[in-house]
C-alpha cells in the first residue's frame, strides 16, 4: 500500500453474527489442527455461490500505520488493540482482514527466517512475547472472518542504513542483495537467490498458520524516483541474456516471483488463495491500446514492471484487488472508466474482482472536494454493482474503518451492507 501517512461487541452480538453465517454455509468453519497446534485449514476446495461479496479492510502495520497504535506496547494492549480491530470489522458487517505481517523484511510471527518486526517492540528482532499472525488468525476465525496474511516482498527498511538492521537480518549477511533507493532499502528483485529467499520466508507462514489467503500490495521494482537509477546494471549483465531490454528482464522478474509463489502456495495447500492489490493503472491507453482510458503518470507495466494484466489472464492469482483510489470524474484516472476496464480484464479467467478504495481520503481536507462528501464512496459501491464481476471492495485502511471521519464508512454500511455476508468461495 503506497500510503503510510475500538469498539467491541458483545457475545450476544457475536454470537448472532455466527448464528446467521452457520445456517447460510453449515459447517464451513470447521478447521482439522496441525500438529504443532495452529489451525490448518483443509476446507473444501473453493466454490462460487450467488449472494456472496468480499467485504474487507486492511490492517498496515508498516510505520505502525494502524496497528500497533505505537511500538513498546505490552502483550496484552498490542493484543487488545488488535482483537479491537476484528470487533470492528465485524460491527461494520465486513468479512474479511488483511493483515500486513512482513512489513520490511521482517515478521509478525516467530520466523525462522527474519527477524521480529521493529513495530511491536521498537527494536528489530526483539521477541514481543507473544505470536500475532497467530492470534490473529485464531481470532478472526472465532469472529467469522478471513483472515488475508499481507506480505511485501522485497521491501527491506524505510532508511537506508544497514546497520540499523537487527543483528543477523539477511540483508547484513547478504548485503549484495540489497540496493538503496529512494531513501530505502530493497531487495534486488533481478537475483535469483532473492527470489528464492523471499518465497521461502512468505511460505512458511503458509506452512505454519490457517491463513486464507496470501496477498501482496503493489511494491514491486519501486515506485520510481524522479532523477534517480536503480542500480542493478550489474545485475541485468549477469542475468538479462536473452531479453531485448532491462525493461523486459524486470518485468520477467517479477512474472517469476508471482508465477511461483501461485504454484508453491497450492502445492502447500491448495485452499489457501494468493491475491495482490496493484496500483490501479496498468497502462494507459494511449501507451496500449489494451489499456484503460486514463492518464496516470505511473503505470504498473512500464514504471513497476508489474504485468498485472498477464497474471489475471495466465490465472497465477485467485483475486486482484486495483487500487482505485480516485473519485468518480477524477479525468487523469476516473473510477468510473477503471472499474468497466477491470471487470473486463477478469471476464472469462476465473479470477475474482475485488476494488480497493480509498477510505483514508475521505473527509481529509487535503483531498478534492469529492471527497469531503461522506456519500462518494457509497457511489463507489453503487457504480461497481453495475459491473457483474466485481466481487466485492477492500478499504483502506482499518484506522479510518474505526475512526470514520466524514461518516463515509458508515453510508456504505448503511446504503450496501444491511447484514452480514459470506466472502466469495
Keep these: 500500500m503506497r500510503h503510510i501517512g475500538r469498539r467491541s461487541l458483545g457475545a450476544a452480538a457475536l454470537g448472532a453474527v455466527a448464528t446467521l453465517w452457520a445456517a447460510a454455509d453449515a459447517g464451513a468453519a470447521a478447521r482439522p489442527q496441525r500438529e504443532n497446534g495452529k489451525g490448518h485449514g483443509k476446507r473444501k476446495r473453493r466454490r462460487r455461490k450467488a449472494g456472496r461479496e468480499f467485504r474487507g479492510m ?32 465485524v ?19 516467530p520466523s525462522p527466517y527474519e527477524p521480529w518486526s521493529q513495530c511491536l517492540t521498537g527494536v528489530q528482532g ?95 521494482y519501486p515506485y520510481p524516483v524522479a532523477g534517480q537509477p536503480f542500480a542493478d546494471d550489474d545485475t541485468y549483465a549477469a542475468h538479462g541474456a536473452g531479453f531485448p531490454d532491462k525493461a523486459a528482464w524486470r518485468r520477467d522478474n517479477i512474472d517469476r516471483l508471482v508465477r511461483e509463489m501461485s504454484e508453491s502456495i497450492r502445492e502447500i495447500d491448495k485452499d489457501v488463495r494468493f491475491g495482490i492489490s496493484p496500483f490501479g493503472v496498468w497502462r494507459n491507453v494511449a501507451t496500449d491500446p489494451l489499456g484503460s482510458d486514463t492518464r496516470a503518470g505511473v503505470q504498473t507495466y512500464d514504471h513497476l514492471h508489474a504485468d498485472t494484466r498477464k497474471w489475471v489472464k495466465e490465472r497465477w492469482i485467485d483475486y486482484v484487488v486495483p487500487q482505485l483510489y480516485w473519485h468518480i470524474g477524477f479525468a487523469p484516472a476516473d473510477y468510473a472508466k477503471l472499474v468497466p476496464w477491470w471487470d473486463d480484464v477478469v471476464r472469462g479467467t476465473g479470477v475474482e474482482l475485488y476494488v480497493g478504495e480509498a477510505l483514508y481520503k475521505a473527509g481529509d481536507p487535503a483531498q478534492p472536494a469529492a471527497w469531503q462528501d461522506p456519500a462518494e464512496l457509497s457511489r463507489h459501491l453503487t457504480l461497481a454493482g453495475e459491473y457483474p464481476r466485481v466481487r466485492g471492495h ?32
Design 126 to 220: 526483539r521477541d514481543p512475547g507473544w505470536d500475532p499472525l497467530g492470534t490473529a488468525v485464531a481470532e478472526a476465525h472465532a469472529r467469522g472472518l478471513e483472515l488475508h496474511a499481507w506480505f511485501n516482498p522485497y521491501r527491506v527498511a524505510n532508511h537506508t542504513d544497514p546497520s540499523r538492521l537487527a543483528d543477523g537480518h539477511p540483508a547484513r549477511i547478504h548485503p549484495d542483495w540489497v540496493l538503496p533507493y529512494g531513501g530505502k532499502l530493497y531487495y534486488n528483485p533481478g537475483l535469483p537467490q532473492v527470489r528464492r529467499f523471499v518465497q521461502d520466508a512468505m511460505l512458511d507462514a503458509v506452512r505454519r498458520y490457517d491463513i486464507d489467503a496470501v496477498h501482496f500490495d503493489d511494491y514491486f
Design 394 to 425: 477492500v478499504f483502506f485502511s482499518a484506522k479510518e474503518v474505526v475512526t470514520d471521519r466524514a461518516g463515509a464508512m458508515a453510508r456504505v454500511v448503511a446504503d450496501h451492507y444491511p447484514a452480514p455476508a459470506r466472502p466469495p468461495e
Design 91 to 109: 460491527e461494520r458487517r465486513l468479512n474479511a482482514v488483511v493483515f500486513q505481517v512482513r512489513p520490511t523484511a521482517d515478521a509478525l510471527w
Design 58 to 89: 486492511w490492517l498496515a502495520t508498516v510505520a505502525n500505520r494502524d496497528w500497533p497504535s505505537r511500538p513498546g506496547l505490552s502483550a496484552d494492549r498490542q493484543r487488545a488493540e488488535l482483537l479491537a480491530f476484528l470487533d470492528t470489522a
